[in-house]
């Protein structure tokens, strides 16, 4: 009976000791199951992040557009996908597998659990969409080498006379200029964003509105002023000239790193800039408008006659600013007037905006 006792105990043992076996064994290859899937997705995204930044690298040098771009990371992204959804199902079904063989056995608590959590790296799968994760795709949208920009400025206009503007005869805060415009902009290093190139079309609407009831006449090959024999209510002359301004521009936005950490031109205007340059054209009009009263009626005169105003008409100009405003400044080289006597030159001061 001992003996008996004794080999059921043997029997036990070795029972036991298998048993054991095959479960250390079975873990360990389903920890090697789990490690693959780890790897797997691993390797996919490794492969997935190059090649997507090699698209972004010909993006950012122009050899492909920006809806290209965005359709082969798409096609990319979705290769590697289905590369992951392919590999990983072929380790499910070495697990499923093990899985089976175990079953003859019967899973402990442990196993169970082990097994569950060894699934849960099945989220690799789910995680298709996770070849986002860690790598930026949907980059921001590179700013092109050449942009446009709508301008648009407006302030106070006046004349120098004699080299100054104090004892202006005209009213400081009631002259005004306005300018509205269409710009490019070039960048003119491939990887620098510092410098730009600047060039478009404007027109400009300079004001000047005489003081003491005053008005321009033209007088043989002079003009000046002269006092009106009615009360003005406005007496204005303006001119309207269509001119090509260039700037130098300095774009002082801070550098811009991507989600790789690799430093990329993608956006300018984003800080402080400043620009000088000039602008010529034509005067394409100029008109005085005068106001009065008069028996209780209201008059108004546009005088449209040649006040012997410059037909051509250049300058410079300077602007320095912050994002898509600016402190502008702009001065007439060319007189206001052909042949007079001294010089009039019209000079302004106020604030520009250049909308992307």
Known sequence: ???????????????????????????VQVQQVSQNIETITREEKRVLKEKIDQINDQL????????????????????????????INQEKKTLDQLVKEKVSLGLSQTDS?????????????????????????????????????LVFAMGLNNLVTEGAVAHS???????????IGWTYKSRLFKDDNLMHLKYGIS??????????????????????????DKNLKESRLRSLNLVVPVHLEFDFSPTVLS?????????????????????????????????YNEDGEKHKIKNKNDLRTNDFVYG???????????????????PLFKSNNIDQNNISLGIRADFN
């Open 1 to 27: 009976m001992k003996n008996k006792n004794f080999y059921l105990m043997l029997v036990g043992c070795l029972f036991f000791t298998t048993v054991q076996a095959q479960e250390e064994k079975f873990e």
């Open 60 to 87: 950012l040098t122009n050899r492909i557009s920006y809806d290209e771009a965005q359709e082969a990371k798409a096609k990319v992204a979705a290769l590697h996908a289905q590369n992951i959804e392919d590999r």
């Open 113 to 149: 659990s082990m097994f569950r959590d060894t699934l849960s790296n099945d989220r690799a799968v789910d995680d298709l969409a996770r070849y986002k994760c860690g790598i930026n795709i949907n980059m921001p949208r590179p700013w092109k080498r050449t942009t446009t920009q």
């Open 169 to 179: 005869d005209f009213r400081y805060l009631g002259s005004h200029f306005y300018e």
């Open 203 to 228: 027109m400009m609407y300079n004001n000047l509105r005489p003081t003491d009831n005053r008005y321009f006449i033209k007088d043989g090959k002079q003009t000046h002023l002269e006092i009106y």
């Open 259 to 291: 989600a790789d950490g690799v430093r990329r031109i993608v956006r300018n205007k984003k800080g402080f800039h400043m620009g000088i340059g000039g602008y010529a054209g034509f005067n394409i009009k100029t008109k005085q408008i005068l106001k």
């Open 316 to 334: 410079a100009s300077a602007y320095v600013g912050y994002r898509a405003f600016s402190l502008y400044s702009k001065y007439d080289i060319s």
